[in-house]
Nanobody, 124 residues
């Protein structure tokens, strides 16, 4: 089992930026595909972004393409989500997830390691 701890959430105005981090421990980080998901109140958890072992392949939800960037630092066992041009509809709890696979997976049921989440609120 891999332990995941998210950080970096908070309150930001529309148009602002935040960078989320997710620190991993307990397994060989470089062999895990990593993803970010989010869940707003009353809605299902939805895919945001994912990154391959090396960081060379990424996938994004259409709603965040061009605004969010996922990256990873295998030496630090950490992934990041740089969020720019934030909108009120980005408000949610953001979760980090991991799966020991070579495929960049994009659905929640395919991930078997999850963090506790960090709240992001976009409001003026």
């Amino acid at each position: 089992q891999m332990q995941l701890v998210e950080s970096g959430g908070g309150l930001v105005q529309p148009g602002g930026s935040l960078r989320l981090s997710c620190a991993a421990s307990g397994r060989t980080f470089s062999r895990f595909v990593m993803g970010w998901f989010r869940q707003a109140p009353g809605l299902e958890r939805e895919f945001v972004a994912a990154v391959s072992w090396s960081g060379g392949r990424t996938s994004y939800a259409d709603s965040v393409k061009g605004r969010f960037t996922i990256s990873r630092d295998n030496a630090k066992s950490t992934i990041y989500l740089q969020m720019n041009s934030l909108k009120s509809e980005d408000t949610a709890v953001y979760y980090c997830a991991a799966r020991a696979t070579m495929v960049v997976v994009t659905t929640a049921r395919e991930y078997d390691n999850w963090g506790q989440g960090t709240q992001v609120t976009v409001s003026s």
